[in-house]
């Protein structure tokens, strides 16, 4: 963000509603600079936020979830932790530098660092080297959970192959008896029973 300002390319100063016009326009004005320092008057992270099923392709997609919503104070008055806020600043980062936000963070930040292996997080994907918890979506499970899958599990996940289990979604099963345990090993992955275990 400081990078882009002191190249021209984005106005701290500036309403933040000039690069997110989604954003709309609010009784005071939202800067960047506000928005860095928690004091832009978005409001926190609910529960609703932290547990959502949704996840989102873009900043745009993620600003629809509180676009509309009222500032909870006069911007620079208060301080207060807002997610939402970021997701503006990484609206702002995609016009300003006419990329993605995870392209823009990759040019500007991980490659000068020599962060190479750093990738954009997809919940859904295997990462080989990652402990998470896994499931295999079947045919058979897809039916039998319907309505639990998301259409972002859906299209995110291929029938007989290994997918991530939300640790924040409720909807997949945790529970030994609905899915075994994945173990990816250097070959690929296999299924493991408990008693394969010992």
Known sequence: MLELAQAGHLDLDASVQ???PAYGSRRWPVTARELLTHQGG???SDLHDLFNRDHYASPDAALRRFARDSLD???GTQV???NAGYTLLACAIERATGRTYDSALARLVLRPAGMGATRPDNV???VPLRARYYVVRTEAN???WRGLWTAAHLSATRVDEPANTDPVDPSWPS????????RLTWSGWRS???????
Request: aromatic content about 16%; overall charge negative; charged content about 25%.
């Open 142 to 144: 897809t039916e039998q």
């Open 73 to 75: 104070y006069e911007p």
């Open 192 to 198: 493991q029973s408990p008693k394969d275990e010992s």
């Open 18 to 20: 000039s690069y997110c």
């Open 175 to 182: 529970a030994p008896a609905a899915t075994w345990a994945r």
């Open 80 to 82: 207060l932790y807002s």
């Open 124 to 126: 859904f994907e295997v």
């Open 42 to 44: 978005i409001r926190t």
